[in-house]
């Protein structure tokens, strides 16, 4: 299972849009194009329904209406509520994602988090300095981070390659968990976690990730050795 960044071409005009201005312009200002909304400005809000897509672009962006289409947001900061009936495709410094989300959310940030009450219909790829996943996805978690906090669910796979990652109590993944981590920095506090086979990687700080290694039957804990990863049944 590679891992794969599924950023969308749409996503690029946006940022472009937005970065070549420097500041964000000091109004909010938006326009209509058939059914999709396109508000920009320093502080732009959609709370109301839309017909198509969403899309916003500015400095901190703030959705909790009703997309019928597809949630598409370039920002310094984002918060990303409400309902989307389509798929979520975002970029920008803070990434707070608390929507319910029908299709698939790729994000890349500073800081994401996927807040405990978001749901991820389909399949999550997330990019990010530092990333913490407390919600529900439905379907495939890959995520890339600085650091990763995993403290969700994830109903099949999670592919996680991470400078630290952090496994939560709360982290319940039904499918195979494909770990590269850099040595050391890996930590799990859980009393449950994959249902299915483990696979697990390491590498120095200075290193690049490796194939992972395949463990099954790790259907609840795992811990650190020194020199080695071991994985045993609570």
Known sequence: MAFQTYIRLPLLSLVAAVLGCGRPQ???EAT???????????????????????????GELHFSGN????????????????RIHGAVRAVGGEIHVTAAVDRNATIAGGTIELDRTAVIGRNAYIVGGTVRIDGTVHEEL??????VILNGT????????AGA??????AVISGTCAIACQMGK??????????GPLLHSQ????????????????????????????????
Not at 165 to 170: E, F, M
Request: net charge negative.
């Open 203 to 234: 590498y120095p700080a200075d290193g690049e990730p490796g194939m992972p290694s395949v463990f099954s039957g790790c259907s609840a804990s795992w811990s650190p050795a020194p020199s080695s990863w071991h994985w045993c049944r609570a």
């Open 142 to 147: 890959l995520v890339s981070g600085g650091t």
């Open 26 to 28: 000091p109004h909010n």
């Open 67 to 82: 997309a019928a289409g597809d949630y598409l947001g370039a920002g310094w900061d984002q918060t990303i509520g409400g």
């Open 32 to 58: 209509w194009h058939g059914g999709d909304m396109l508000a920009s400005g320093s502080t732009p809000q959609v709370t109301d329904s839309v017909p198509g897509d969403a899309i916003l672009a500015g």
């Open 154 to 161: 994830v109903d099949r796979n999670v592919e996680v390659t």
């Open 186 to 195: 890996f930590t799990s506090i859980l009393p449950r976690a994959s249902q």
């Open 165 to 170: 990652l952090q496994v939560g109590p709360s």
